[in-house]
T-cell receptor, first 109, second 114 residues
Framework: GQNIDQPTEMTATEGAIVQINCTYQ??????LFWYQQHAGEAPTFLSY??LDGLEEKGRFSSFLSRSKGYSYLLLKELQMKDSASYLC??????????WGAGTKLIIKP | TAGITQAPTSQILAAGRSMTLRCTQD?????MYWYRQDLGLGLRLIHY???????GKGEVPDGYSVSRANTDDFPLTLASAVPSQTSVYFC?????????????FGPGTRLTVL
């Protein structure tokens, strides 16, 4: 079967750095997405990786290793507004998105 | 632009009743999707449409039906609601082109079936 694993919850301190991991086992791979979802709101797109390596976008970076079935989202200079759930999703061989359950990130002052 | 709108925002429904969740996008996207989101689970695809006039079944289609009469609208119907359909429902849309195709989500409908 297809599986996306993420930690259920993480806690970090304002101003610090946090890394949210995602491991996947899917039938085929056509890219990996990270979305942010604030409580009670819709998911919003953060990043897309299809090749190995690091993609940087301001305070957020996303890394992919296809051989290891592994990705992480790195958040720097954490702000209180970064408190949200972070969803990892993989596009499989049928071009469908397979979603992880999400990681709830709690930022403490 | 509004992007994607969904209605209603929330609803309490008696078991056995029918209901249609509405979804409209103004981005002229080809593809549209319906997901449900339950605590502790990832988003699960119910139905999708790659283009107007076509629909397909996702991971959890039972008890739901959709139609795609035009590009903008993609309603989801529950013919006879059951308590297990209590969930938050998200509609999404995308251009529908290629692996990097990004989905954009509506604000969601919170449905409770009693």
């Amino acid at each position: 079967g297809q599986n996306i694993d993420q930690p259920t919850e993480m806690t970090a301190t304002e101003g610090a750095i946090v890394q949210i991991n995602c491991t996947y086992q899917t039938s085929g791979f056509n890219g990996l997405f990270w979305y942010q979802q604030h409580a009670g709101e819709a998911p919003t797109f953060l990043s897309y990786n299809v090749l190995d390596g690091l993609e940087e976008k301001g305070r957020f970076s996303s890394f992919l290793s296809r051989s290891k079935g592994y990705s992480y989202l790195l958040l720097k200079e954490l702000q209180m507004k970064d408190s949200a759930s972070y969803l990892c999703a993989v596009r499989d061989s049928n071009y469908q998105l397979i979603w992880g359950a999400g990681t709830k990130l709690i930022i403490k002052p | 632009t509004a992007g994607i709108t969904q209605a209603p925002t929330s609803q309490i429904l008696a078991a056995g009743r029918s209901m249609t969740l509405r979804c409209t996008q103004d981005m002229r996207h080809n593809a549209m999707y319906w997901y449900r989101q339950d605590l502790g689970l990832g988003l699960r695809l119910i139905h999708y449409s790659n283009t107007a006039g076509t629909t397909g079944k996702g991971e959890v289609p039972d008890g739901y039906s959709v139609s795609r009469a035009n590009t903008d609208d993609f309603p989801l119907t529950l013919a006879s609601a059951v308590p297990s359909q209590t969930s938050v429902y998200f509609c999404a849309s995308s251009d529908g082109g290629g692996a990097a195709d990004t989905q954009y989500f509506g604000p969601g409908t919170r449905l409770t079936v009693l």
